[in-house]
């Protein structure tokens, strides 16, 4: 029997429990979305795009799913601390794939911004969310969003109207939760109409130590002249999956900011795809990995430079200790007529003992004559004589490790626009490269 | 104080420093001389443990205590520093952090915890002013970007922060015009104490000009094969390497 065949079989069996408890227009998706994940399966290593990362595999094991949406017992607000305390945030909690709305916290969102579950959002306002739901995330392409557009029942919708800035950054916290193995299918529905500015932190974390696997399809559509910034940081364990593909679409000048972290986990592969669709447009991918054990980071992107005069940039740093291994792949595609591009793209790589392995793949497909092209890619190790030169000065050959491998990824750390994130993110950093950030910080469960 | 008995040392199997005895006393400047590939950084990289280098024979005794046995780091907890000939560039590491990690370490191997921040600032300043080193520098990575005299002024800002028993300058003096020249030497000087010692390696009279030795020695093809007070400096300057050369009967 093939991996593909007992989800086959369940939604078969499920599909009336699964709309039942989902809304009209995430069921009318998919049948659609079922079909295509039947033609495609899950990605293997066979296909390009998932050479490093054996997708198919991960779901072999078995895992519970809540389709009957039981809650789950657990009040976030009271088991999570915050490993991001002191920023003010507009905190939620989605815990599992259910959006938490028990003890919501009063909104300090400015009029006319929704943020809330995706499936009372999209009954509330069925035009709304009709209107970008599944737009941009193309079932037919990617078996991993053919199988979250099947079988997701709920998830986040932030929608900004236009003008209007949400100065408080938003914090949403997704907590795994689970007695058995357990597999939640999540969904991110983000609108910014033209003018619009917000900022999102996005954290995942792994209560328990069961297996869990994390699908999650989040999709952004950028109007005109807006503003976004999303930092996704996951905190999980070695037996947590996830599987995150993020499709954003940007029109005329806005301007998008996606840094995801990756600071303790199992398998991770996250798939980013921007199309910069307006003139002026601007984007910036950025991305750190600390990674060992037998931990696994596989960050795929691919920017479209559909129309001229829009600037991408991208850096992405990985620290791989132990057995750990790392992928980078970066398509950068310029269309035809996509002239005065300019696009960078950086991907550094530390491998600090010979077992850790990286895979890096900068790929560039230019077919226009007048634009501005780069990238650099390089795998290497800590360099001995600055070892030496601070070990001369007493720094201990420990310590002078950490201070190396805290500079190097650093960099990335700088590009965040949170300054209370971007200082606890120092402090994590130094905590989970001293060997004190083994397990997920911020539940009391978990202490 | 520093005591060498019969120094060989190796590098990937060839042998650079053929038999080295030399001793150094409380207050004492030492100042070795010599042609280029005689192994005058050897010796200075095999005193502060660089692991390129491999020890095949003999001793060496800093303080009572058997150097060779020592880390790196330990060696410079003991109090011995090298201002390095080709200080490295660290980028990313500020100055502020890296010399407190590296103060802090050195309190923490002599039982003191660690410094204040006020405390440490008003450190920094204070020797900062030592070399003239501008604040700016000092907010910056380690040596990057610094010109060739910023760097060799950094070492010595260094120096003067770890207050090391014995510090050795190797070549110091290289690529630094006049008047940075006559900073870092001061600098020396300022910190000069009746208790620590100095061994200046350098190719110039020049330096010596500045920091008076009271020892000279001639370091040629891994063996130290003349010592004599300071006129030895002025005479190797005026005739060069080849008399001595003769005189060992090369």
Known sequence: MSVEQQYIDLYAQCEAMICTHSSEILNSARARAFADFKRLGFPTRKQEDYKYTDISKCFVPDYGLNLNRLPIPVDPYEVFKCDVPNMSTSLFFVVNDSFYKKALPKSHLPEGVIFGSLKDVSEERPELIAKYYGQLADTSKDGVTAFNTTFVQDGVVLYVPKNVVVEKPIQLVNILRG???????????????????????????????????????????????????????????????????????????????????????????????????????????????????????????????????????????YVLDDHA???????????????????????????????????????LEIYADDVKCSHGATIGQLDENALFYMRARGISAKEARLLLMFAFVNEVIDTIRLDALKDRLHLLVEKRFRGELNKCQGCAICK | MLEIRDLHAAINGKEILRGINLSVKPGEIHAIMGPNGSGKSTLSSVLVGNPVFEVTKGNVT????????????????????????????????????????????????????????????????????????????????????????????????????????????????????????????????????????????THYQRLLDYIKPDVVHVLYDGRIVKTAGPELALELEEKGYDWIKKEIGE
């Open chain 2, 62 to 201: 800093f303080c009572g205590k058997d150097l060779l046995d020592l880390s790196a780091e330990d060696r410079s907890h003991e109090g011995i520093f090298l201002s390095f000939q080709y200080p490295v560039e660290i980028p990313g590491v500020s100055m502020v952090n890296f010399m407190r990690a590296a103060i802090n370490e050195q309190r923490k191997y002599r039982g003191l915890s660690p410094i204040s921040a006020s405390e440490f600032l008003k450190l920094m300043r204070e020797k900062r002013a030592v070399v003239e080193l501008d604040n700016k520098l000092a907010n910056r990575s380690v040596n990057e970007g610094f010109s060739g005299g910023e760097k060799k002024r950094n070492e010595i800002f260094q120096m003067a922060m770890l207050e090391p028993k014995l510090s050795i300058l190797d070549e110091t003096d290289s690529g630094l015009d006049i008047d940075a020249l006559r900073i870092v030497a001061e600098g020396v000087n300022k910190l000069k104490s009746p208790d620590n010692s100095c061994i200046v390696i």
């Open chain 1, 179 to 317: 007695d058995v193995n357990f597999m939640m299918n999540r969904r991110i529905l983000i609108i910014l109409e033209e003018g619009a500015q917000a900022r999102l932190l996005i954290c995942d974390h792994a209560m328990d130590h069961v297996n869990f696997l994390a699908t999650q399809v989040v999709e952004i559509y950028a109007g005109e002249n807006t503003v976004f910034d999303m930092y996704e940081l996951e905190e999980t364990h070695t037996s947590t999956v996830r599987l995150s593909n993020i499709y954003a679409k940007q029109e005329a000048s806005s301007h998008l900011l996606l840094n995801n972290m990756t600071l303790h986990n199992g398998i991770t592969r996250n798939t980013t795809e921007v199309t910069l669709a307006g003139p002026g447009a601007e984007t910036h991918l950025y991305g750190m990995a600390i990674a060992d054990k037998n931990q696994h980071v596989d960050n795929h992107t691919f920017i479209d430079h559909a129309v001229p005069d829009c600037e991408s940039k991208e850096l992405f740093k």
């Open chain 1, 325 to 363: 291994v790392g992928a980078f792949a970066g398509i950068v595609l310029v269309r035809p007529g996509a002239q005065h591009t300019n696009a960078q793209q950086t991907n550094r790589n530390l491998c600090v003992t010979r077992d850790a392995r990286m895979y890096t793949q900068p790929q």
